[in-house]
């Protein structure tokens, strides 16, 4: 219980800096910054310093992100200037940046809290936009908890490697149906509702573990790819919530979106990799502590699980 209290779903949430120029000279400055990631209201951006911002800026909260929308004025071209935020080292998050000159390419730029401020590049590398959100869905898969969780416990569930990789598959299959759709405004629920429902897949997978006997095979294991497509829906919604709360590139959308999901399979990819590779480890040089570490680890997830579900239901 004491593990789970910091960790809320989806816990990688972007800042989001936004520099549009409207018309020549005159440009636009969206601040979205998320209010968990330890930033604090002294991280602020860094325009270029040909730049200067124009009458006060307007405030509005849009989920869990303050946003800040500002008029600025710039002297001249913003190539090769810096962009960045202040009291930034400190963060736990990184903030993506998009940077739309009139009449030329979106950059997509990103800062880290080793790289407060980036380049504004005179051409834009072609790549920079499927880099930055391929590294995003990594990061989201690894450090978005519930939905690690969840492919943890395919892999503690269910034997077998063809299994296994049958169930991943379904699962990957069915969130990238409800992430495109729902990004792309096909499909949608309200994102509460859908957060409670992902912890309790965790907990429904958990339970599944702590129950499993040899002889008597229950519904996740008779047709684990059928449950994993089922959750697999649920999962698509969560994180086409967290890309929500990141943003898109409006003129490069597609990329964005596949390549941001093929960072969410690499990353999951990768949590699948060393699951299996532990699992080996332990059943090669303790087999008698297989089943005790498979049995505490269940017990974990579950607890976990229904704490996010409290959380999230009454919270």
Request: with cysteine; hydrophobic share 50%.
């Amino acid at each position: 219980m004491l593990w789970a209290l910091p960790a809320h779903a989806d816990e990688l949430r972007p800042g989001y800096l936004e520099f549009t120029e409207k018309t020549q000279g005159a440009w636009t400055l969206v601040w979205k910054a998320p209010m968990r990631g330890g930033l604090t209201p002294q991280t602020q951006p860094i325009l270029p310093n040909n730049c200067v911002c124009k009458g006060q800026p307007s405030k509005a909260v849009s989920g869990i992100a303050l946003v800040t929308t500002t008029a600025v004025a710039c002297q001249g071209d913003v190539s090769g200037k810096l962009i960045g935020l202040s009291n930034f080292e400190a963060s736990q998050t990184d903030v993506l940046v998009r940077v739309a000159p009139l009449g030329r390419p979106v950059q997509a730029l990103r800062l880290t809290p080793a790289e407060p401020k980036v380049e504004i590049k005179a051409k834009p590398d072609r790549w920079q936009v499927a880099r930055t959100y391929f590294i995003t869905g990594v990061e989201h898969i690894l450090f978005g908890y519930d939905h690690l969780l969840f492919v943890v416990s395919l892999v503690l569930l269910l034997s077998g490697f063809w299994t296994i990789a049958k169930a991943v598959t379904a699962f990957t299959v069915a969130h990238s149906i409800t992430l495109i759709g729902t990004t792309l405004g096909f499909l949608g629920l309200p994102q509460r509702p859908v957060e409670s429902v992902i912890a309790l897949s965790i907990l429904f997978l958990a339970v599944e573990i702590v129950k499993r006997k040899p002889d008597e095979p229950r519904l996740s294991e008779r047709i684990p790819w059928v449950v994993a497509f089922g959750f697999g829906l649920l999962h698509g919604f969560g994180f086409a919530g967290a890309l929500n709360e990141i943003g898109l590139p409006e003129s490069d959308v597609p990329t964005a979106l596949l390549t941001f999901n093929l960072g969410v399979e690499a990353g999951q990819m990768v949590i699948v990799a060393l699951s299996l590779a532990v699992l080996e480890l332990l059943r090669r040089y303790s087999a008698v502590m297989v089943s005790p570490v498979l049995r505490f680890s269940a017990y974990a997830i579950g607890t976990i699980s229904a704490f996010w579900f409290i959380e999230r239901t009454f919270a």
